[in-house]
T-cell receptor
Framework: GQQVMQIPQYQHVQEGEDFTTYCNSS?????IQWYKQRPGGHPVFLIQ???SGEVKKQKRLTFQFGEAKKNSSLHITATQTTDVGTYFC???????????WGLGTSLAVNP | NAGVTQTPKFRILKIGQSMTLQCTQD?????MYWYRQDPGMGLKLIYY???????DKGEVPNGYNVSRSTTEDFPLRLELAAPSQTSVYFC???????????????FGQGTRLTVV
C-alpha cells in the first residue's frame, strides 16, 4: 500500500542546535500534515501544506512541501527542551481517502 | 467545545475478558479512526469509518470490532483480550473535504490498556 517514509527515527540534540525531520513518498501527495506528540500525550496538529513548493513558518518551526509534492520537511531552529516529543507527518495520496502516517521522529533535547 | 472524548483513560484487563472503548466527537466530522500505539512506535490504524453506518479495516483489525451508528460515536470492541493487545489506543476524527484531502485530525486523550 501507499507509504510515507519518515527519517530519522530518532534524533538527539543539544539545546540550541537545529533539528530536521523528513517525509518522503514515492507517489504524489495531495497534502502533508505535521503533528507533535509530547511524551505521554496525544498527537496534536501543527500545520497542513497543500501547494507545491509551499513554505510555512511557526516561530522557530519551518515547514516545506517539495516542488513535486512527494516530500516534506520540518525544521526547528535552536531547539529548546520544550521541543521534546515525536513529530509525525501524515498525508492523503491518490484515491486514498484516509490519512497515511509516517512512523514519526522522536526528538530528545539535552539541556 | 469538547472535541474528541475517549473513555476510559486507563484499564487493566485479564486475558479473555472483553471491553468497549468509547469515543465521541462533537465536531460533526465524517471520518473517525482508531489507532493503537505501542511504546516508542508509530500509529497503527485498526479501523476507520467514513460516515455513519460505514466502517472498514485498517492495518491491524484482528481481535477488534467497531460500529458507527451515529456521526458522533465510534466505539471499539475488544473480544477475548490477549497480552498482545496491551497498548495505548487513540480515537481520532477529521473531515474529508471536497478538495480530496482530510482536514486536521483531532485526537482523544488515549486509553492505556494492559492485558494481564
Amino acid at each position: 500500500g501507499q507509504q510515507v517514509m519518515q527519517i530519522p527515527q530518532y534524533q538527539h540534540v543539544q539545546e540550541g542546535e537545529d533539528f530536521t525531520t523528513y517525509c518522503n513518498s514515492s507517489t504524489t501527495l495531495s497534502n502533508i500534515q505535521w503533528y507533535k506528540q509530547r511524551p505521554g500525550g496525544h498527537p496534536v496538529f501543527l500545520i497542513q501544506l497543500v501547494k507545491s513548493g509551499e513554505v510555512k513558518k511557526q516561530k522557530r518551526l519551518t515547514f516545506q512541501f517539495g516542488e513535486a509534492k512527494k516530500n516534506s520537511s520540518l525544521h526547528i531552529t535552536a531547539t529548546q527542551t520544550t521541543d521534546v516529543g515525536t513529530y509525525f507527518c501524515a498525508a492523503n495520496a491518490g484515491n486514498n481517502r484516509k490519512l497515511i502516517w509516517g512512523l514519526g521522529t522522536s526528538l530528545a533535547v539535552n539541556p | 467545545n469538547a472535541g474528541v472524548t475517549q473513555t476510559p483513560k486507563f484499564r487493566i484487563l485479564k486475558i479473555g475478558q472483553s471491553m468497549t472503548l468509547q469515543c465521541t466527537q462533537d465536531m460533526n466530522h465524517n471520518y473517525m479512526y482508531w489507532y493503537r500505539q505501542d511504546p516508542g512506535m508509530g500509529l497503527k490504524l485498526i479501523y476507520y469509518s467514513v460516515g455513519a453506518g460505514i466502517t472498514d479495516k485498517g492495518e491491524v483489525p484482528n481481535g477488534y470490532n467497531v460500529s458507527r451508528s451515529t456521526t458522533e460515536d465510534f466505539p471499539l470492541r475488544l473480544e477475548l483480550a490477549a497480552p498482545s493487545q496491551t497498548s495505548v489506543y487513540f480515537c481520532a476524527s477529521s473531515r474529508f473535504s471536497g478538495g480530496g484531502m482530510n482536514t486536521e485530525a483531532f485526537f482523544g486523550q488515549g486509553t492505556r490498556l494492559t492485558v494481564v
